[in-house]
């Protein structure tokens, strides 16, 4: 049975994987901002970038009205779209306050979990990447997420900020002494987050991602972590190589948005 305590549980630790991203950006000098606001965190990385929202939105009780109004003017103030991962739960007070301001769905997202435990040893084509490896795994993201090109240069400096926070490194899957496919994995306390999952379009269909997500899930446990999770798209290949790989959904979160233009 999923618990409130375990939703929480996941929903902290994903929330801890974008919050030392931004420590990181922050670092290296870029202007993220990160506020403690509904329970939760706003988290805003700047015009365009997908990281920018607001998680753990109503994990910690009731959402004042007066506090959402302000953090939507802060992301509006900055012609930032204000995003909300909502989980199902979420306090109703949030739920209701979406409803009044006119939010749209996105799009939905599972949250899916296993317990940790011993995984056979990786063929040899699967290895933690170093970090000569970040260019070629940030063209094999770019590629995968944008098939048809167009990919956004910012893209490849963000998938290589998470695979280098606190806790976080990549593995990969080579063929023919290129890059095929990679995916991250951070620890979070006893949660291991794995995502940053892509896979070269011409490589597809040979197992690579399943590969590597028991990679990473070995590769968590023997760090300390007993319990991994990850989030997918509805009726995904990556749903299904989770799933393969013992993962099962907790709960599925509504991406609600709002443009900047019909922030009041």
Not at 8 to 18: K, N, P, W
Not at 98 to 114: A, C, K, N
Request: hydrophobic share 40%; with cysteine; charged share 20%.
């Amino acid at each position: 049975m999923t618990t409130f305590e375990f939703v929480r549980q996941l929903e902290r630790a994903e929330a801890e994987v974008s919050l030392r991203c931004a420590a990181a950006c922050r670092s290296a000098g870029a202007d993220v901002r990160v506020d403690r606001a509904l329970g939760g965190w706003a988290l805003d990385f700047g015009l365009g970038s997908p990281l920018s929202q607001i998680l753990h939105a109503g994990m910690e009780g009731g959402v004042e009205e007066s506090e959402f109004a302000a953090v939507e003017q802060r992301f509006s103030g900055r012609g930032i779209a204000t995003t909300v991962s909502l989980c199902p739960f979420a306090h109703p007070s949030l739920i209701e306050i979406l409803g009044r301001r006119g939010y749209r769905v996105s799009h939905f997202e599972h949250t899916l979990f296993r317990a940790l435990d011993p995984q056979p040893d990786p063929p040899p084509r699967i290895r933690l990447a170093a970090q000569a490896d970040w260019p070629p795994c940030g063209e094999v993201l770019a590629e995968a997420f944008f098939p048809e090109g167009g990919a956004p240069p910012a893209l490849r400096d963000l998938f290589e900020t998470l695979f280098n926070i606190e806790g976080a490194c990549a593995w990969l899957a080579e063929e023919n002494g290129s890059v095929a496919a990679c995916g991250g994995v951070t620890l979070a306390g006893q949660v291991a987050v794995l995502a940053g999952d892509g896979t070269r379009p011409a490589h597809r269909g040979r197992g690579y991602q399943s590969q590597l997500i028991a990679a990473r899930c070995a590769h968590a446990l023997t760090h300390g972590a007993t319990l991994a999770m990850a989030c997918t798209l509805p009726g995904s290949s990556s749903q299904r190589n989770y799933e393969r790989r013992g993962f099962r959904i907790a709960y599925t979160k509504a991406l609600m948005v709002k443009e900047p233009a019909a922030i009041e």
